[in-house]
């Protein structure tokens, strides 16, 4: 099998330590090690290669995490056109019989034994020529997460994210699954059903690939694929989907409410304090009478939010965007 | 008159931004100004003349900041020895018949029309040989002050930091003042008075005073003169000593909590927040769910700290000066 490691991300959900500069993905906040490398780290027992497929951007930094030892290849998107494309243009670049085990780098997971067994029955569903996904067995009424309704390894049908009582009636029925963006399949059955299902981003791909060089796409051929991603393009259309339950630990780390438990707390001095999450390396932080927050900062840059307030970071960032946009034209 | 200006202040209370090497009245959060430049404005409208006396360190911060248009002299205490000693050598070094205003460098004042009439009637008793005191209207039972038990213009006793209920009794009397730290005497009266309840001290002073050059006491006379406070050494004996309230804006600022509503909150984004004091100035701060908190940052020092708890900074300051110590002792 083949890793293919989706390393896409605008950087905005774990501000101010994730930046478009230096997404989540690359952020060594995990024992020293970054999502990305434990992503490689957790596939070489399953993957003898690895192509990683990322913003031409994070092309540095991407090669610098990655291990030597591994056999890592690069694909260089001048822009993201969502995850359709981005596994298309890797499909290319293989031969047709290839199975890629397709991950996202940003994701949490425990390389357990109930996911070395989800992988291998994934790697002999892919090679019956099936799309395989993967779904992991909801612990609580998730409303941040699309969901899989699943019969054994069928797919009944791929769910938007719920409403908090659908969420519920989801967690209730039992065989609904969080759709995790992690599938496995033949390079040429995806290319098979995305020409069929989105036929002109297989075109535009196709063109695309033809035309990069060492890796990299160029950006007009870029610019004329659609944006689109593999589960409306391809997933819920396709008749040869499977489902494979997983049931082990995974994070898809959406937000620092994510974070608690997972990365260790920084705080330096703290008094009458409990229950706080504080990521700000180098820094010295006191914390007085604080409970269920969380204190982030990076460089000039401070976050202090309630717990369970988290997902709004995204928000903080547009305001911040917006301010900058208002004052640099102040200043012309 | 002239005013005598106490620049001392170990800067432990508004961790991080001050600190011993950048104390409370030298920082600029008022309007840009600081508290020391804000002593100066506000007496020059009753003194001609001023006399700063602080520690050597803060020689240079203090003379950047002094108004050149003011008539400044400076007196370089090598080590602190607390009140007593500092007004003993101000009081050597000017004329016996010279009156001074006595006022800490750091307690925010509101000049208005109550403290020009407090300062006037100070001056007149002091003009007839009185050690005058200011104390302060209390507006409520606070446990952190020193009280003046007063009757009319003349002192029934002076009272110890009170406990809440002993406060509250006060409060409820009418007839206790809290005791500002300001005074207002003939140089020649408080020397007399020293001489007279502390002559160790008085004799200390007197040559060190004597052995000081360009206003530069010497450290070996320093170490000679005890520590001890006016209102121990010469307040609580004196029976010369006259009290004039003062029911004007005073505040010690001895916290964060006492900077609500007095400095500007620094926040830049801010959402589902309120009732917070943000102290970061070059900082980007984004509170997220945040209500009734302090946020101070500078450098690489953050402090979060529930509204109502920044009394125990100083403790903060203690448990990450025992870290380094300990950092130190494990890193020879």
């Known amino acids: 099998m083949q890793n293919l490691i989706i390393c896409g991300g605008a950087g905005t959900r774990l501000w101010p330590i994730s930046t478009p500069e230096n997404p989540k993905q690359f952020l060594q906040i995990f024992q020293k090690k970054s999502l990305f490398q434990l992503t490689l780290e957790r596939n070489s027992h399953f993957c003898e290669r690895f192509l990683v497929i990322l913003g031409q951007k994070q092309r540095n930094i991407a090669k610098k995490q990655a291990n030597a030892a591994l056999n890592t290849n690069f694909m260089l998107e001048p822009v993201g056109r969502n995850t359709a494309p981005a596994i298309g243009l890797a499909c290319f670049s293989v031969n047709p019989e290839e199975i890629f085990l397709v991950s996202p780098a940003d994701h949490l997971i425990k390389a357990d034994e109930s996911y070395k067994l989800a992988l291998q029955k994934a790697e002999t569903l892919a090679k019956k020529g099936n799309l395989v996904t993967f779904g992991i067995s909801p612990t609580y009424a998730e409303t941040g997460y699309g969901y899989i309704e699943a019969k054994g390894e069928a797919v009944l049908s791929f769910c938007e994210k719920p409403e908090l009582a659908v969420a519920q009636s989801y967690l209730e029925a039992g065989n609904y699954l969080w759709n995790s963006g992690m599938f496995c399949f033949k390079a040429g059955v995806y290319l098979q059903e995305l020409s069929r299902h989105a036929p002109e981003i297989f075109q535009a791909c ?77 820094k010295t932080v006191a914390l007085l009478g604080v409970r269920d927050s969380i204190v982030v900062a990076d460089g000039d840059n401070i976050l202090v939010c309630h717990k369970g307030e988290s997902q709004k970071v995204k928000d903080v960032c547009e305001m911040l965007a917006k301010k900058k946009k208002k004052r640099e034209a102040g200043s012309l």
């Open 206 to 282: 196709k063109a695309a690939y033809q035309n990069s060089s060492e890796g990299l796409v160029r950006m007009e051929d870029m610019l004329q694929i659609p944006k689109e991603s593999i589960d409306y393009a391809v997933m819920e259309k396709s008749d040869k989907v499977k489902v494979v339950p997983f049931a082990g630990g995974w994070s898809d780390l959406g937000s620092f409410d994510s974070l608690f438990g997972v990365v260790n707390s920084d705080e330096s001095v703290s008094i009458d304090s409990s229950n706080n999450l504080v990521i700000a390396e180098g």
